[in-house]
Nanobody
Framework: QVQLVESGGGLVQAGGSLRLSCAAS?????????MGWFRQAPGKEREFVSA????????YTADSVKGRFTISRDNTKNTLYLQMDSVKPEDTAVYYC????????????????????WGQGTQVTVSS
C-alpha cells in the first residue's frame, strides 16, 4: 500500500525554524510527477503552500510564505521536504504532503483537487 507519511512538526517560537519531511512508502517519489505541501488551520480551508514537479527546475510557493519556506525533494532518500524559516504565529496549522502521479498543469498546481494522494498531516504550532 502506498503511503505518504509526514514528520517534523511540533512547537516552535516565532522567528524559529522547522523542517518537515514527507516519506513515501510502497513507491518511490520519482513516480510522483507532482508533489506539494498544503496546510489547514482550525476553521479554515486547506490552502496551498508550495509544490514541485519532475523535470521542472522551478518551485511554486504561496505569497504568504514566499522567502521564508523552501520546498525540496531528495530522490535518494525518497523524501519531500519543507524548510520553514522565520515562522510566524499565523503559520500554525496541520501541514499535509500531497502528490499526483500525473504532471499537474501550472494553472492547477495550487488546487488541492489536483492531488490524488495525501498524508495524514503533521501539526505545526508557532508561539508568539
Amino acid at each position: 500500500q502506498v503511503q505518504l507519511v509526514e514528520s517534523g512538526g511540533g512547537l516552535v517560537q516565532a522567528g524559529g525554524s522547522l523542517r518537515l519531511s514527507c516519506a513515501a512508502s510502497g513507491r518511490t517519489i520519482t513516480t510522483y510527477s507532482s508533489m506539494g505541501w498544503f496546510r489547514q488551520a482550525p476553521g479554515k480551508e486547506r490552502e496551498f503552500v508550495s509544490a514541485v514537479r519532475n523535470g521542472d527546475t522551478n518551485t511554486y510557493t504561496a505569497d504568504s510564505v514566499k522567502g521564508r519556506f523552501t520546498i525540496s525533494r531528495d530522490n535518494t532518500k525518497n523524501t519531500l521536504y519543507l524548510q520553514m524559516d522565520s515562522v510566524k504565529p499565523e503559520d500554525t496549522a496541520v501541514y499535509y504532503c500531497a502528490a499526483n502521479r500525473n504532471r499537474i498543469i501550472l494553472s492547477s498546481i495550487r488546487r488541492k483537487e489536483s492531488y490524488s494522494s495525501w498524508g495524514q498531516g503533521t501539526q505545526v504550532t508557532v508561539s508568539s
